[in-house]
């Protein structure tokens, strides 16, 4: 059942939490790695492959960024009092998520053309960079999360 004046992506992130578990905050995200573009042009797309291969993660084989999966899609970041993940951004089902407390901190990282960008960055020191439409979702993870 949903509440009024409440939009899918706030019903996704509150959606599957567990008993006594706060949603602390929540945004529309693109996981860089697999970010898409709409290029055509030769110079567009090479920009494109660039974003995703250089700066999208860092950390090796069995890291903690590595074990996020291959998503191509929009997905809801979601920070509760006790995890932080990916959820499908129309039904909150989650798509991968670790506990709150192997989050170290979240580094807003300059912008790029319409998207604003940030790297997540882990206990184990492997980092997920992400893109959300508006600043103002990086400054509200970075207020719960640490920068």
């Known amino acids: 059942m949903s509440t009024p004046g409440t939009s899918a992506r706030e019903r996704a992130a509150g959606s599957q939490l567990a ?3 706060r949603l602390l905050s929540h945004a529309l995200v693109v996981p860089v790695k ?3 573009g709409v290029s055509v042009n030769v110079g567009g797309m090479i920009g494109n492959a660039i974003m995703r291969n250089v700066g999208a993660q860092g950390g090796g084989h069995g890291s903690i960024a590595a074990s996020c999966p291959d998503v191509s899609r929009g ?3 979601r920070v509760t009092d006790q995890r932080v993940g990916l959820v499908n951004s129309l039904d909150g ?3 991968w998520e670790v ?3 192997w989050v170290a901190r979240v580094e807003r990282r ?3 053309q319409l998207m604003a960008r940030f790297r997540v960055h882990y206990a184990d020191g492997s980092w997920l960079a ?3 439409f508006r600043r103002r979702n990086i400054e509200a993870f970075r207020a719960v999360l640490g920068e």
């Open 34 to 36: 697999n970010a898409r």
């Open 19 to 21: 008993p006594g578990e």
């Open 93 to 95: 089902t989650p798509i």
């Open 99 to 101: 506990p709150r407390n």
């Open 130 to 132: 992400f893109m959300t």
């Open 110 to 112: 300059p912008r790029l």
């Open 75 to 77: 997905l809801v970041l």
